[in-house]
Every structure is written in C-alpha cells, then in structure tokens.
C-alpha cells in the first residue's frame, strides 16, 4: 500500500474508532447507574472538602502587575434578550436586582443602592473549565451584606442566581441561572461585581452584574444577574441540577 493511501486508511480507521468510542462513552454516561454513581462521587467531594477547607479560606490574591492585559469574555457576551437590551440601551438607569425567597425583607436594589453599599476590591484569577485562566481586577458589594440585609429565613440553604441570558440568544431561550450553597454565599470574597480592573462592569463580562464566587470555577460565576432568591431546594428550577451547566452534565459544585 502507498503511504498516502495507507495513511487515508489509517485516519478513517482512527476517526471511526474515535467516533465509535464516543458513542459508548454517551451511552455511558446516559445510564442511570452511572448517573446515580456520579452523583454519589460527587456528593462524596462536596462533603469531603466542606469538612477539609476552613470555610473563610480564600482563594489567592495578586497584585496590580498580575493583572491579565487580555481577560477572556467567555460564554454570553452580548444577551439579546428585549429586556436586557432596552436596560442596556438606557445605559442601565432602570436596573433593578430583585433579592427575594426564603428571606424577610425582600429587596429591590438599583445599581446605585449596590454601590452605597459596603464594597470589596479582590485581585483573583478565573479559572475556565476550558483550561485557561486569566487574573481580574474586581470590585462589588459582598453577597453577605446583602443576605443579612433581606434576612434569610432558617429553611434557607441555597442562593440562586437568574440571569438575563440565553446562550442561544432565543427570546424563548433557557437562560443561564446558577446557585451556590449557605458557605461560599457568606464567603468574604463572594462578591457581586459591578467594576472590573477600575473601570464600569463591561457588557462582554457581565455588566451590569455579576457574581464572583473565587473558590469555583469559571461557570459558577453568573453575569448578567437580574434576580437573586434565596430556596430550601433547587430541584423545581430547570432541570432540578442546581444551574444551566449541572443541567447539561457538569457538576454543580465546582470547588477549587
């Protein structure tokens, strides 16, 4: 056999194996033996770093020079969606975050209510379930401070974030959503972020809002917020998986 015809032979030979290989890995990973089974593992992580890492532990902070000179914008970087585009348009003037749920005193916060608040500046880096990273400069009111403000009621356990943003830009879309639990949500470097590097939030990473939650990775971050509610459970919102991403397969907790 010639070498560029054995070649050919052998790259269709590995692409139908590769393809065949994928194949049985999703049949796999549909089962619901393997589903349960990962569930479990993942509940074992979870626990077992709750009771490893303090719960103040925070994630490492840098310094002006470390700051990356080309952040990635990844994910949404320009929702579509009619509301977000007409507050967007009025330059976020009639912004309100929405904090309500299991709590006392609901709260309907404008973007200049967020900043009379008490705020936090952090240097941390991004790290993407993609494999790169990049370090930001962040400033933002303390998701705590906003907690005890609306006072959570005890059956409270998780904090859920609604977003303004489809991934496939739909009207109709699912939007992204995203939730955390009663530890990283009191976590000083928890942050709602309205600054980045010293300037606005910008519409590519999140403006007006976005979460900071340092010891996740990149997908727990939600940008976009428009609401926030506090729940017993997540298992009646979207798919019941805690987020867009746990609803497609990733893990809901996502600790590093």
């Known amino acids: 056999m010639r070498e560029p015809s054995r070649r050919r032979w052998l790259g269709g030979g590995l692409a139908t194996a590769g393809a065949g290989l994928l194949a ?3 049949r796999v990973a549909a089962n619901p033996v393997v589903q349960q089974t990962l569930r479990m593992a993942h509940g ?3 626990r077992a770093q709750r009771l490893i890492v303090p719960r103040e532990a925070l994630a490492p902070e840098y310094t002006e020079a470390d700051i990356s000179p080309d952040f990635r914008a990844n994910g949404s970087i320009n929702p579509m969606a009619a509301d977000y585009v007409a507050l967007r348009q009025g330059g976020f003037a009639d912004y309100r975050l929405v904090v309500d749920g299991l709590v006392e005193r609901p709260l309907s916060l404008s973007l200049a209510d967020l900043r009379a608040r008490p705020s936090r500046t952090q240097i941390t880096k991004h790290d993407c379930v993609e494999g790169w990273t990049s370090i930001g400069k962040w400033k933002g009111a303390p998701l705590s401070v906003l907690l005890e403000e609306a ?3 005890p059956e409270a356990r998780y904090i859920v974030f609604y977003c303004f943003d489809a991934l496939d830009q739909r009207e109709d879309g699912d939007r992204y959503y995203e939730s ?3 530890v990283d949500a009191y976590h000083p470097q928890t942050i709602l972020a309205y600054e980045m590097n010293d300037h606005i939030l910008p519409v590519p990473h999140g403006a007006p809002l976005r979460l900071r939650v340092e010891r996740q990775i990149g997908y727990k971050h ?3 917020i428009r609401r926030i509610e506090a729940v017993d459970s997540f298992a009646h919102i979207g798919r019941g ?6 609803d497609r ?3 809901w907790y996502a600790g590093i």
């Open 151 to 153: 006072g959570l009621r």
């Open 180 to 182: 955390i639990d009663l």
């Open 44 to 46: 074992l992580t979870y």
């Open 249 to 251: 397969g990733y893990q």
């Open 222 to 224: 939600a940008k976009y």
């Open 241 to 246: 998986e805690g987020g867009y991403w746990p």
């Open 24 to 26: 049985a890995c999703d």
